[in-house]
């Protein structure tokens, strides 16, 4: 028979040919290459005017390094980088030299790639899945990246983490910061890890990680050395407000630290203490009741409805309502702040929502995880979704409430005149 009726069917393991990314790829090359040169070419127009002994310019083209590919995030890309010669010397005799900031030397993943790297190992993929997962995303050639790849990255991230946490905080001033202690157990043995984590908003309304550490939650010391840690390397004027769960030993090493600084317990984790010294048949309702509270117009309304919670509930339950009783001012500070800040200020959600994915991770990895090994990782999960993280709602609020101006359920107090 002159056509074959058979149906070619490729392997498995093979890749089937992407005209578009082909394309892309292509362009990509072409990008990279009149970058690259158009790169030198500056470097050399810059050093035009530096001439060698025989009046000739110093800096000239002088032919390409060898080739070498890099791994982004559409494939492999190769890349020459053009080498200049310097025909010259300084007055100490040494050389010129040529430095793309685009390829640097020894570069073979974009960052976007190195970036992907801890989010594919946080989300649960194991080191040794890691060629087959980047290969099927980056394309066959992404094969090459092997175990030991993670295992590289992961003492970096560790270099950085320490680097990280001794950096200079003088040049900043944080006028809301959230802190928790976060549990998650990272080895077969049962042993419960807790992260202690603070970030803060600064002045402009950003939010950043402060810092990091490896700890005990309800340990006062542990939050203590924390807190004295910022304010040696800089961190000396006290947050306006800080926000967590009541049970932390935080608070105790805050009041020695930052005794000037207000506290705002969050809500989040007083309604699950409240609700778990309940039945669970009572939880629909009586998380209603305290979703009053918290989301009262104004402060009266809002210890009105504190004031029915407890003569609700508090006959039958008195032992979650005294949970409730106990940290009643601190529960409702957040009324004497902006109104614009509510939102964040009520809860600790910004560490709380990082943390899931954390969990994610070492759930799927049991025994993979080393206490130090998990204390890097969480460092840079929080580095990578910092990078998404929005301004809180009405920044231009924050320079009133670092100057002291009185607010009250929210809206700014007119001053009296002198």
Known sequence: MAKSTVVPFELPSEFSPDPLTEVIQAGARELLRTAVQAEVSAFIAEHAHLLDEEGRQRLVRHGFLPER????????????????????????????????????????????????????????????????????????????????????????????????????????????????GVYFTPRLDGDRQCMLVIIGADEYGEKDVLAIMDGFRENADSWRDLLKGLKKRGLTVPPELAIGDGALGFWTALREVFPDTREQRCWVHKTANVLGAMPKSLHE?????????????????????????????????????AKLVKDRDELLAFYDFPAEHWKHIRTTNPIESVFATVRNRTRKTKGCLNRKTALAMVFRLMMSAKKKWRKINGPSRLPEVIQGIEFKDGIKQLQAAA
């Open 69 to 180: 590919e890099m791994m982004t995030g559409i494939g492999t890309v190769p890349v020459q980088v053009p080498r200049v010669r310097d025909r010259g010397s300084n007055a100490d005799g040494s050389k010129i030299r040529f430095r793309s900031s685009l390829v640097p030397p020894y570069l073979r993943k974009a960052k976007s790639v190195e970036e992907l790297l801890p989010w594919l190992y946080l989300k649960g993929i194991s080191t040794g899945d890691f060629s087959e997962a980047l290969a099927a995303l980056l394309g066959p050639e992404a094969e090459g990246l092997s175990s030991s790849t993670i295992t590289r990255l992961k003492a970096t991230w560790w270099e950085e983490y320490e680097a990280w946490r001794k950096r200079d905080l003088k040049a900043k001033r944080y006028v809301y910061i959230w802190a928790d």
């Open 285 to 321: 309702k009586a998380k209603a009741d305290l979703q009053d509270i918290w989301m009262a117009e104004t402060k009266k309304e809002a210890n009105a409805a504190f004031d029915l919670f407890v003569e609700t509930y508090g006959v039958k339950y008195e032992k979650a309502v």
